[in-house]
């Protein structure tokens, strides 16, 4: 089992950037931590996600190349570097935990960070 917890959020303008850590305790070896985010009146959406490795990692579409997913070298947390920030990237940014097979679902969740970007 697993406890999330995000910082990190702050208010940036348009083309900053902006580091989210997500601090992971217990053993996540067996694990897929990623980072979801909720934009004001939407549905929440996938952000990025990776393994322990980092052999998988993957990416949404609106994200890929301008957000990076990384683990520190201690393992005890996944950090969110985004780059580049757009308006549109504006919300609450939450990190989750599933176990690593593929009929997991997102079982453990951080209270999330707030992003704002402005224009």
């Known amino acids: 089992q697993v406890q999330l917890k995000e910082s990190g959020g702050d208010m940036v303008q348009a083309g900053d950037s902006l580091r989210l850590s997500c601090a992971v305790s217990?053993?996540?070896?067996?694990?897929?931590i990623g980072w979801f985010r909720r934009a004001p009146g939407k549905e929440r959406e996938f952000v990025a996600a990776?393994?322990?490795?980092?052999?998988?990692?993957y990416y949404s579409d609106s994200v890929n190349g301008r957000f990076t997913i990384s683990r520190n070298s201690a393992g005890n947390a996944v950090n969110l570097q985004l780059s580049s920030l757009k308006p549109e990237d504006t919300a609450v940014y939450y990190c989750?935990?599933?176990?690593?097979?593929?009929?997991?679902?997102?079982?453990?969740w951080g209270q999330g960070t707030q992003v704002t970007v402005s224009s």
């Open positions: 990776r393994d322990w490795t980092g052999h998988r990692t």
């Open positions: 217990g053993s996540w070896s067996t694990y897929i």
């Open positions: 989750a935990a599933k176990r690593a097979h593929a009929a997991a679902e997102w079982g453990y």
